[in-house]
């Protein structure tokens, strides 16, 4: 019996039934990820496994260079055979890393190997898996209908014209929902290097000169009109922290005008800038009727030279430790006090905000929608297995997990979607252990229904689907 088996962490029989009967087969809403539409409009596919896996994968890069690999090996130039032999050296070191169950999850759903890879079965590995990806059920759109996936929420920002959504959606021959998440960090982050550049970008998008304050709204404003026009149902919002800086529209006009015409503003003047538009986004969410996703708690690019020679997203980001709680319920109560408060869902990268977290969501539900304000699935550096175990447990103490809206890749990769089965096995095998321990009716009835609603009937509730 090989690693990944029909038990594969299901500890209990309570676990076992609920994954069998009701987690394995039900299909995937991916409502947060980094995959690139029009990989999937060209339907693209691979040369070989380097390029699916470490192609992109900041999560596999960290491990490699933990191992002493060279950046040549990892990023640079060095033949895709080499890269992937590094990698498999690497992996039978990452015990107890997810990175280990992922990897031998994708050989075993996607390619059919039931082996271990590492260094003395890398070849094998690499032929195999080559080998099957030349096949016409290895292309990008043939995995993401053989992974039961019903929807996709890419990441886009504002100025993209979103020419691969709107070609996806003509083409009748791909039933899967691909959507576009507005994610406007570069018109909110006032205080980064190329700001002034981008609003001019974000203008001609939006055909507006952008000079002031009213007319970046404006502009943000068009925009996320168009993005709904073309199927977006979520926003997406990557802060280095939460942050409500209570000021009025004329000093954040005051900060833009310094800012665009070159001079150098303060943390506290591109904190009000940052709530003043954060605040506007959301009133606008919330009149749309779409959802808001609040990624915070990274701290990114720490190692200046590698930022210099590979730039962002890869690898070089942790965990940020900052105490966010009163600008969280700040930000959420002025826009509740509106009515503006849309559906919400927050993420933090430290794990020590999960409690933080699950008693905020609890100030601002509403009845729009069960679970309207929503803690996120454990992300990015969380989503080991005690990562999401913690995350589960402390929804469950704290909230309702059963109308939690589950899982997302956040990933680059088209062999990510087993993320998906990887949380719902540790979904099933929380239950269980709670129904084994005497803390829960063993309901099947009402726990299959629990298993089916946070696998996909939340989120297909929750993203109007």
Not at 71 to 83: L, Y
Not at 136 to 155: A, F, L, Q, W
Not at 256 to 278: H, L, N, P, R, V
Request: proline share 3%; net charge negative.
């Amino acid at each position: 019996m090989g690693l990944i088996n029909n038990d594969f962490m299901l500890k209990n029989e309570t676990a076992r039934l609920l994954y069998s009967q009701y987690a394995k087969d039900m299909p995937i809403i991916d409502y947060h990820c980094h995959i690139n539409p029009r990989e999937i409009y060209e339907d693209r596919k691979f040369d070989n496994i380097t390029q699916v896996w470490l192609g992109g994968d900041h999560y596999k890069w960290r491990l490699m260079r933990s191992n002493g690999v060279p950046e040549d090996e990892i990023t640079g130039n060095a033949d895709d055979f080499t890269k992937f032999l590094r990698f498999a050296e690497m992996l039978p070191k990452a015990i107890g890393n997810p990175m280990y169950h992922w990897c031998h999850l994708e050989l075993k759903r996607y390619f059919g190997y039931d082996g271990i890879l590492n260094a003395d079965t890398a070849k094998e590995v690499y032929d195999l898996c080559n080998k099957k990806l030349q096949s016409d059920g290895m292309t990008v759109r043939s995995i993401i209908k053989e992974s039961n996936v019903r929807m996709i929420g890419t990441t886009d920002d504002p100025a993209d014209d979103l020419r691969w959504h709107k070609a996806l959606k003509a083409d009748k021959s791909f039933d899967v929902k691909v959507c576009p998440t507005f994610r406007p960090d570069k018109a909110v982050n006032i205080d980064k290097p190329g700001f002034k550049e981008y609003t001019k970008l974000l203008g001609e998008s939006a055909d507006i000169q952008i000079k002031s304050l009213a007319d970046i709204k404006q502009a943000l404003k068009s925009r996320l009109d168009y993005f709904c026009e073309n199927g977006c149902r979520a926003t997406d919002h990557g802060l280095d922290y939460v942050l409500y800086e209570k000021s009025d529209s004329v000093t954040a006009e005051e900060v833009f005008k310094k800012a665009i015409s070159g001079q150098q503003i303060t943390q506290a003047e591109a904190d009000i800038y940052k709530t003043e538009i954060m605040l506007f986004l959301g009133e606008l969410i919330a009149e749309k009727g779409i959802v808001m996703q609040l990624h915070y708690g990274a701290q990114r690019n720490t190692n200046s030279a590698m930022f210099d020679r590979l730039g962002p997203d890869t690898g070089f980001d942790c965990i940020s430790v900052k105490n966010c709680g009163e600008a969280l319920t700040g930000f959420l109560n002025a826009l509740s006090l509106k009515g503006k408060l849309p559906k919400t869902i927050i993420y933090s990268l430290n794990p020590g905000d999960n409690e933080l977290i699950d008693t905020v969501i609890g100030c601002f539900q509403g009845t729009e929608a069960a679970g309207k304000i929503q803690h996120g699935s454990a992300w990015w550096f969380n989503d080991t297995k005690s990562g999401m175990e913690a995350q589960l447990k402390s929804l469950a103490n704290l909230s309702l997990l059963g109308n939690f809206v589950g899982m997302l890749t956040d990933s680059r990769s088209f062999l990510s979607y087993t993320r998906h089965e990887y949380f719902r096995r540790i979904l099933c095998n929380f239950l269980g252990e709670l129904v084994e321990s005497g803390e829960y009716p063993n309901d099947e009835k009402t726990l299959g229904g629990i298993v089916k609603d946070i696998s996909f009937y939340n989120a297909q509730r929750y993203f109007d689907l």
